[in-house]
T-cell receptor
Framework: DQQVKQNSPSLSVQEGRISILNCDYTNSMFDYFLWYKKYPAEGPTFLISISSIKDKNEDGRFTVFLNKSAKHLSLHIVPSQPGDSAVYFCAASGYTGNQFYFGTGTSLTVIP | GAVVSQHPSWVICKSGTSVKIECRSLDFQATTMFWYRQFPKQSLMLMATSNEGSKATYEQGVEKDKFLINHASLTLSTLTVTSAHPEDSSFYIC????????????FGNGTRLTVT
C-alpha cells in the first residue's frame, strides 16, 4: 500500500514561472517530510524538509507547504529554471524514525 | 553537508557471478544505512536496512541470501548481489542518515548493475 503518493507523473512549466509539485500521504503518524531531486543515473539529492510543527519552510527558490488536515504537501519552485528539470520525490517519516516512505516521483520539465 | 559515497557507479557482470557495492558515509557516522532499488519509471523501493554490528533487516519479498548486506563499521555498508541474474539488473542506491533528530537521508549516487 502506497503511503505517500504523487499523482502527477509529469509536469511542464515555462521558464520563469512557478512549478508546483504535489504530494499526498495517508499515515497521520508521519511528522517529517522531505523533497528530493533526482537526475537520471544519479542518487536523489536532498532539497528541503518540513516538520509537522510548521506549515511552511522556505529555502531560496524552494518553498514547501504542509497541510496536515488534508495530509498534503507541496513544493513550489519560483522562478523555475531549465536546470530544475529532474524527477522530484517527496518522502515522509516519523520524527525520529528511520523508515522513509517515498512517492513515485514527478518528472518536471522547465521549458526555456 | 553530509556526503554518502557509493562505488562502483556502474558495473556489468555475467550471469552467475557476484557483485559487491560499497556505501560509505564520508563525514558522519551512520549506525544505520539503507539500500534501495529503483526500477525504470518507478519509485525507490527499500530493500533492506543495514545495521552496524548486527544483522540487516530485509523488506518483504527481498531475498536475504541473494542480497547480502554487511555493515562492518560506522561508515561502511556493503551490498553483495550473489549469483546475479539478468532480472537483478537495476539501479541500486544506498543512503544514510546522521544520528540527529530532524536530519534527512543522504543518498549515494547509485550503482547501475547490468547482468548479461
Amino acid at each position: 500500500d502506497q503511503q505517500v503518493k504523487q499523482n502527477s507523473p509529469s509536469l511542464s512549466v515555462q521558464e520563469g514561472r512557478i512549478s508546483i509539485l504535489n504530494c499526498d500521504y495517508t499515515n497521520s503518524m508521519f511528522d517529517y517530510f522531505l523533497w528530493y531531486k533526482k537526475y537520471p543515473a544519479e542518487g536523489p539529492t536532498f532539497l528541503i524538509s518540513i516538520s509537522s510543527i510548521k506549515d511552511k519552510n522556505e529555502d531560496g527558490r524552494f518553498t514547501v507547504f504542509l497541510n496536515k488536515s488534508a495530509k498534503h504537501l507541496s513544493l513550489h519552485i519560483v522562478p523555475s529554471q531549465p536546470g530544475d528539470s529532474a524527477v522530484y520525490f517527496c518522502a515522509a517519516s516519523g520524527y525520529t524514525g528511520n523508515q522513509f516512505y517515498f512517492g513515485t516521483g514527478t518528472s518536471l520539465t522547465v521549458i526555456p | 553537508g553530509a556526503v554518502v559515497s557509493q562505488h562502483p557507479s556502474w558495473v556489468i557482470c555475467k550471469s552467475g557471478t557476484s557483485v559487491k557495492i560499497e556505501c560509505r558515509s564520508l563525514d558522519f557516522q551512520a549506525t544505520t544505512m539503507f539500500w534501495y532499488r529503483q526500477f525504470p519509471k518507478q519509485s525507490l523501493m527499500l530493500m533492506a536496512t543495514s545495521n552496524e554490528g548486527s544483522k540487516a533487516t530485509y523488506e518483504q519479498g527481498v531475498e536475504k541470501d541473494k542480497f547480502l548486506i554487511n555493515h562492518a563499521s560506522l561508515t561502511l555498508s556493503t551490498l553483495t548481489v550473489t549469483s546475479a541474474h539478468p532480472e537483478d539488473s537495476s539501479f541500486y542506491i544506498c543512503s544514510a542518515r546522521p544520528v540527529l533528530n530532524n536530519s534527512p537521508l543522504h543518498f549515494g549516487n547509485g550503482t547501475r548493475l547490468t547482468v548479461t
